[in-house]
Structures are given as structure tokens and as C-alpha cells.
């Protein structure tokens, strides 16, 4: 039961299939007529004229040949070098139609602001984890502004247990004394921040990485539920920081600990909530909660009912015949709080799909749930 999206965009892939389509059904034709360039002409690389050099008027000659045979075209065909019809494992085709149906996508989101949660699996696992921060980069590259949130849950257990310091969880959140304080902010900024930074500037993107505590990016109040401790609610961003760090041509790389609006001390701010406040700041094109389920499904234990789509009007319906249950309920809040405050759409993907973020994006049918007004 796959709900799938439609629009402008949908239509738009959808006319560039028909073109491919069209394209191989001419391939087949007995009497064929295809095009030759001769040797001499300008190639599809920006000419010396186009660099600054002084212009000279030239006109691209091509040669039509009519071949009135399958035989025919054989001969015709015989001397001009064909490519590759399968590269890495994908038919040529394919991949050209997938680059067709994302071009409309990134003309859109050309200058515009989407904020992704990075967490789970996908930061366990170094080839996934390699995959998103190069998809990350390769947006950036082409001009649309991501801020990168992450957790990191399963190092700070790791240092927790290192440290014989207890884990604990309550609600779903971490239960967060002043110890564990004070490992889940040495983690979270001192280790998991930079690693990141670091792996996004290898793979050609300009990364700066960044404290919620920094210059009081995220300011927030202890949880109304005492018994999590230095566990915090977003009450505050400074949106012009990351404003300014994106239109500089930098990815902010933001991690999830808080300046506590109580005391001055560090809060532990669950990624998801941390995400969906510096989206609503931004006032971002879209939020994209990465996790380890596919996202909204009618039965959690079956892929092929993936909602591909909801509005906010759908998703109270779902959540409340308990078909959105769970741990799936704050990432929905989370995505209707978000487009309550200007959001453009949220998503939720699944994190250890590969380039998931990519197909999200740049698909009509994407992988995951979004999530519109």
C-alpha cells in the first residue's frame, strides 16, 4: 500500500522518462537516422571563447546519414565508437534518467536551507556513514544549504560504559545526572562534531563545526520531567549564526548539547528536538529526521505499506487509530511542530538505506514519509 507523492515535480520526472522512452523506441526503428559530429568540431567543454578569449564565430556542422536497412545501419554504424551500455553495474540509461529526474529537484532547492538529522545506524555503520556525508557534500556542491544536527548514542554508551557510569533511559530519553553530562558533551563536541567536520571537508565541503552552547546557538530550560536531569526543551536558536554560516558557503555541523537558561550549564537536547527547532528558526525549506525505520508505515512490520506521503490532517488520523505509535509519535510531533512554524515539508528516511538522503530528495517517489501542511 504504497501512498505515492504527485505534483509538479512527479510530472516533471515524468516527462523525462517519457523522453528516454521515446529515444529507445527510435533506436529500434529499421530505417534509422542518427547524427555524426565531425572530429574538428567544439566538444561539450566551454570553449576558450566562453573563457575570455576573443570569440570566434563557429558553427557545429553535423552529418545526417539515412541507413534504409538493419544491415545498412551495421555499416553506418561501424566505424563511430559506441559506449558503454552498463557503467558500475547500472545500464547507462538508467542512470541518465535518474540525473534527468533530479534536475528540477535541484533547481528548486538551489539556495535554499534543509536541515538533517544525522543519527543511528547510518553514524554506526563507516560505509553508510561515509555515503551521507558524501551525499551532504555533493548538496552542497550544488547549491543548496544543509545544516548537519547529529546525536551520537551509541559512543556516548560506549564512553558511559568505559566509565562505569550507568545508562539510562526514561520515556525514551537519556537519563542525564551531572557524570553523564558531562561525557555526553566531551562526545558529542569533542569527539563525534569533529570526526564529522573532518569527513565532510575530505570529501570537498567546507564544514565548520559547532557547540549548541556556542555563542548560546541553542538555549533551553530543564525538562519538565525532573527525573531526566540535565535533560533540556529548546526554548531559543540563533538562527542569524547558522544564516550567515550558510550563505558564507559553510555546512554548520551542530551538536545537541545546550546552554541552560536556568543556570548556565550544559543540557542534553535530544537530536530530533534539537533539529526540528533550528528548522523552525531557519525557517527551512525542509527537516529531514533520519532514523532507522523507513519511515510512516500502516503495519510497522511491513515495508510495502510505507505512507509515502502525509498531511498533518492524515497523520492525526494515524496517530490517533495507533498506527502512528511509539517511539514514531515525537518524530511526528517533531515534523508537525516544524511546518506548524514554516517548514516547508519533513521528512523521515531511513538512515541505514544507502544515499537515502538523495533519493528523498531528488525523486519523484523518494524512500521515506513526508510529512506536509
Avoid at 3 to 11: E, K, N, P
Avoid at 37 to 59: C, H, M
Avoid at 257 to 272: H, K, R, S
Wanted: proline residues 4%; aromatic residues 2%; glycine residues 10%.
Amino acid at each position: 500500500m504504497l501512498v505515492s507523492r504527485s505534483g509538479s515535480l512527479a510530472r516533471a520526472s515524468a516527462r523525462a522518462s517519457s523522453h528516454v522512452s521515446r529515444a529507445s523506441s527510435r533506436g529500434a526503428s529499421s530505417c534509422a537516422s542518427f547524427l555524426v559530429k565531425p572530429l574538428n568540431v567544439r566538444s561539450s567543454r566551454p570553449s576558450a571563447a566562453a573563457q575570455g578569449s576573443p570569440s570566434v564565430d563557429a558553427q557545429e556542422d553535423v552529418l545526417e546519414v539515412e541507413c534504409d536497412s538493419d544491415d545498412a545501419e551495421e555499416m553506418c554504424l561501424g566505424d563511430v565508437p559506441l559506449g558503454p551500455s552498463i557503467v558500475g553495474g547500472v545500464p547507462v540509461e538508467t542512470r541518465t534518467q535518474v540525473l534527468s529526474e533530479a534536475l528540477p529537484y535541484l533547481q528548486k532547492f538551489r539556495k535554499k536551507t534543509i536541515v538533517v538529522k544525522y543519527g543511528g545506524a547510518a553514524m554506526k555503520d563507516p560505509k553508510l556513514q561515509d555515503g551521507v556525508i558524501r551525499d551532504v557534500a555533493l548538496l552542497a556542491t550544488v547549491g543548496v544549504q544543509v545544516v548537519l544536527v547529529h546525536g551520537g548514542g551509541p559512543e556516548i554508551n560506549s564512553w558511559l560504559d568505559k566509565l562505569q557510569i550507568p545508562v539510562q533511559f526514561h520515556n525514551g530519553l537519556r537519563v542525564t545526572d551531572d557524570a553523564t553530562m558531562d561525557v555526553v558533551e566531551m562526545v558529542l563536541t569533542g569527539r563525534v562534531n569533529k570526526n564529522l567536520v573532518s569527513l565532510v571537508c575530505q570529501n570537498g565541503g567546507s564544514a565548520v563545526g559547532i557547540s549548541g552552547k556556542d555563542s548560546k546557538l541553542l538555549v533551553a530550560r530543564r525538562h519538565s520531567d525532573t527525573a531526566l536531569g540535565r535533560v533540556g526543551e529548546v526554548s531559543s536558536v540563533r538562527a542569524e549564526l547558522l544564516s550567515d554560516l550558510v550563505n558564507a558557503g559553510h555546512i554548520p555541523v551542530v551538536a545537541t548539547v545546550a546552554t541552560c537558561e536556568q543556570d548556565g550549564g550544559a543540557l542534553n537536547i535530544n537530536g530530533d528536538t534539537a533539529a526540528g527547532a533550528i528548522a523552525s528558526a531557519l525557517k527551512a525549506e525542509k527537516l529531514i529526521l533520519m532514523t532507522d525505520v523507513p519511515g510512516v508505515m500502516q503495519d510497522k512490520d511491513d515495508v510495502s505499506t510505507l505512507y509515502r506521503e502525509l498531511d498533518v490532517e492524515q497523520a492525526n488520523i494515524l496517530e490517533r487509530d495507533g498506527i502512528i505509535a511509539g517511539g514514531m509519535i515525537p518524530k511526528v510531533q517533531c515534523c508537525k511542530d516544524s511546518l506548524a512554524a514554516g517548514v516547508a515539508a519533513s521528512h523521515i528516511i531511513d538512515g541505514r538505506q544507502p544515499h537515502s538522503l538523495l533519493q528523498e530528495l531528488l525523486t519523484a517517489e523518494g524512500v521515506g514519509t513526508m510529512i506536509t501542511p
